[in-house]
């Protein structure tokens, strides 16, 4: 490591959280302010090299990867300010939404949903459309009410509503290609409760009342265990109560013995032995029992993932959720693909965000997973053509291979955002290979 006037530098080879993606950038550096950051910005340019930022590595895709300078934000992070007026809390964009989450239930404060992991940055979160499951809230990008940006060009646009609102209205999720985030202010709410209800349900049962579960509830998914009839419910819903927080000793057993050793030792069983995986499947698939329990909301909508995997989500329009998924269902049935890994239903109201994989449409979302180093291709592929034909859009930061021309049609306002991609960054300086391959030129 050597420090510089554009902060900390070392050149080191880079690898995402799943192992899937590597890079060895030019540099590396990690600059403790915007002042630094611009620097770094206006010295790639000046070198000829490409600017990535690049969080905790979470996303699945190379929408992070660079050959040129990659910028790591943890030296960028905390709030800078809670209004309370305004309800809005601005946070350094390199913040870790579980420090955030921590924060600002410290200060009584709370997102109003947010997804099922907390491990990323702000900015990569929202960069790449990360989202939860809401009957009316929505992702954490539409939560946001104003952001800063680095351009090309090393100056700073505050955007908002008010201020820059195209480029506002694109950068809610930008893919870092627009520049790079340096603040991100969200609109928050005074702390509640939520009161989780996790239930096993059959497959059956559980398609046949989805939209009833979807309307009843605030928060609603489920997962389905491929080579069974079975699925786990999860209903989240505002309470009025008092705290009832799972026991120290039976959350670890289920939420870390179980979900997380456990089942790891599982899945390194079914990678080496796959065809013991569908037995495994109807026993770990009832391992789980019901349970009820109150807490306030980041400790009820995430929960830790330690078991490693490969990802690939698309949203659908929700009205085609449950034949897609059925059809997910008969193609494993019928196929000698063997998978250890629950498939995981959520859903999101409509938004107003070019890129959101919920931007104009009532959304859900069909995601598949495998254990990391299983081969994909085979399973992967073959959920891809079924959520192709039922009008999907491929998750930003999970394993996909759809192409700009797939995804102009896919998104009603794809030319709006390219339009400010083209304004912002003429010359690619955010570029890289996966960009290039979805948003085209």
């Excluded at 940006?149 to 290609?177: H, I, K, Q, Y």
């Excluded at 698309?314 to 494993?332: I, S």
């Excluded at 759809?402 to 030319?415: H, K, S, T, V």
Aim: charged share 25%; with cysteine.
């Amino acid at each position: 490591m050597t420090r510089t006037d554009t902060g900390t530098t070392s050149k080191t080879t880079w690898r995402n959280w799943a192992g899937n993606v590597t890079a060895r950038p030019a540099r590396t550096v990690s600059p403790a302010s915007v002042d630094e950051l611009s620097a770094v910005v206006r010295r790639a340019a000046a070198d000829g090299l490409k600017v990535k930022a690049g969080g905790t590595g979470h996303s699945f895709t190379a929408v992070a990867a660079t050959d040129g300078v990659r910028i790591r934000p943890d030296l960028l992070t905390g709030i800078r300010e809670i209004d309370r007026t305004g309800a809005t809390v601005t946070v350094e964009a390199g913040t870790p939404l579980k420090r955030l989450n921590a924060a600002l239930a410290r200060e009584g404060l709370s997102l109003t949903n947010m997804g099922d992991i907390m491990e990323q940055t702000v900015a990569g979160a929202i960069s790449t459309g990360t989202h939860g499951t809401g009957r009316e809230s929505a992702s954490i990008s539409a939560q946001v009410r104003a952001l800063e940006l680095l351009t090309a060009d090393g100056s700073v646009l505050r955007c908002s509503p008010e201020e820059n609102a195209d480029v506002f209205t694109a950068a809610r999720v930008g893919l870092g290609a627009l520049g790079v985030i340096t603040a991100v202010t969200f609109a928050v709410e005074p702390v509640f409760l939520l009161t989780a209800r996790e239930e096993p349900m059959s497959f059956d049962r559980v398609t046949a009342e989805f939209d009833q579960h979807v309307a009843e509830n605030e928060h609603f998914e489920f997962y389905w265990f491929p080579h069974t009839g079975n699925c786990s419910t999860k209903r989240n819903n505002r309470s009025a109560g008092l705290p009832a927080p799972l026991g120290r000793v039976s959350g670890w057993m289920e939420d870390e013995f179980i979900a997380n050793g456990l089942f790891e030792v599982v899945c390194q069983v079914g990678k080496a032995v796959p065809m013991v995986i569908p037995p495994l499947a109807r026993v770990s698939s009832r391992v789980m029992s019901a349970r009820t329990y109150t807490d306030i909301p980041y400790k009820v909508f995430t929960s830790p993932r330690r078991v490693r995997f490969l990802e690939m989500e698309y949203a659908l329009p929700r009205d085609q959720a449950v034949a897609a998924l059925r059809e997910v269902k008969a193609m494993v049935e019928r196929s000698p693909l063997k998978i250890s890994f629950p498939v995981e239903i959520r859903t999101a109201p409509a938004d107003d965000i070019p890129l959101s994989t919920a931007s104009g449409r009532e959304t859900a979302y069909i995601a598949v997973h495998l254990y990391r180093g299983t081969p994909h291709r085979s399973y992967f592929t073959a959920v891809e053509r079924i959520m192709v034909a039922h009008g999907g859009r491929p998750h930003w930061g999970k394993v996909h291979t759809r192409d700009a021309a797939y995804l102009a049609e896919a998104y009603p306002r794809f030319a709006e955002f390219t339009a400010v991609r083209d304004r912002l960054d003429p010359d690619r300086l955010f570029g890289n290979d996966y960009l290039r391959r979805v948003l085209g030129g």
